[in-house]
């Protein structure tokens, strides 16, 4: 019997070390050491020995067994950190390729030059207010001076909804609207959305932007405005940027003016850009209307005020050089990606 576990003990080592995967291995083990193993059926026939060799026998099929696992042992540990090498090989992550780019959204043109226009006034004191889209009659033309008939609301058709309700075609209504709550004094910029039944083109767009401000304090004159609007014209185009104030007409402000700011590309020698002007309108301006005023509550014996409207478009496509106001809609993201 000693002779017999000495060959099981033998081959079975032997054919762990042959062995070629964990399947086996799991064959041999089950073969040897399971239930109806060599082993265990040396085991079984101990009953034919004496006393005597009993427990000595015993002792020697215990200690083949357990070198027979602790060989079972060391070859599956051997396996399977073979296995982790070749799984390793095979998922290496090679971090050397470029890495997917999250693509970053960005403002449009239109809100960037709104922010700037909106840094320049907070800067100088003033408050950023928005007024309704949908605008009554009375605030877009009334209270500015445009009653019914009037030839001015032909230049500024617009969308009706009903008789008395409008698409605002300015940003100019929040004026009244701002006067109308009585604090004084006033000190306000009004970013938003206008609309005009214009047909597209390049410089026209039934839907667009301008940026309102006022002013309303005691003792304010033509040089407060002069003077602001050139700060403000110098802050969005360059510290060497001139002036000038042209005559003009607006229903609401007596005396009212267009500014021109000298052409930033040329400085004011002409080129392409002003269309050899070496000047670009930018803006309406003037000084609030006494009867605006009082329509509003205002007394224009204590108060006086200066207004302005800039379109914001306009500034966008100045300061960006673009020249069709189409591209500012179409939302092309190859366009809007260069700002
Ligand atoms: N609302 C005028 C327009 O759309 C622009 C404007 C001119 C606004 C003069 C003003 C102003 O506040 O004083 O053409």
């Not at 009004?190 to 002013?215: C, K, M, N, Y």
């Amino acid at each position: 019997m000693k002779e017999q576990l000495q060959k099981i003990k033998e081959q079975t080592m032997q054919q762990i070390e042959k062995s070629a995967d964990l399947k086996s291995l799991d064959e041999i083990r089950v073969a040897i050491l399971g239930k109806k193993g060599e082993l265990t059926s040396l085991l079984k026939g101990m009953k034919d020995l004496t006393p005597e060799e009993k427990p000595v026998f015993g002792q020697m099929v215990n200690d083949a067994r357990k070198a027979i696992e602790e060989e079972l042992e060391a070859k599956k540990s051997a396996f399977e950190a073979k296995m982790l090498e070749l799984r390793l090989k095979e998922e290496v992550i090679d971090v050397t390729l470029p890495a997917k780019k999250v693509k970053r959204g960005h403002r449009h043109p239109n809100t960037i030059a709104q922010e700037e226009v909106e840094r320049i006034f907070i800067g100088m004191g003033y408050e950023v207010v928005e007024g309704p889209e949908i605008e009554t009659d009375y605030y877009n033309f009334e209270a500015l001076n445009i009653p019914a008939n009037h030839p001015a609301k032909d230049e500024q058709d617009t969308f009706y909804i009903t008789k008395d309700i409008v698409l605002r075609t300015q940003t100019s209504p929040v004026q009244a609207r701002v006067m109308e709550q009585g604090k004084l004094p006033i000190r306000i910029i009004s970013p938003g959305r206008v609309f005009r039944s214009d047909e597209v083109d390049a410089t026209h767009s039934p839907s667009f932007h301008q940026i309102e401000g006022l002013v309303i304090d005691k003792n304010i004159t033509m040089a407060d405005l002069k003077g602001t609007l050139e700060v403000f014209a110098k802050e969005l185009f360059g510290e060497d940027t001139r002036t000038k104030f042209r005559p003009h007409h607006f229903p609401f402000t007596e005396p009212s003016a267009e500014m021109d700011v000298s052409c930033f590309k040329c400085g004011g020698k002409g080129c392409r850009f002003c269309k050899n002007e070496g000047w670009i309108e930018i803006l309406g301006c003037g000084m609030v209307h006494p009867h605006v005023l009082s329509m509003c509550g205002i007394d224009p014996e204590e108060y006086t005020g200066f207004a302005f409207g800039v379109g914001l478009e306009r500034i966008a496509l100045l300061k960006y050089e673009i020249d069709d106001m189409r591209l500012l809609y179409e939302n092309d993201e190859r366009f809007l990606a260069q700002f």
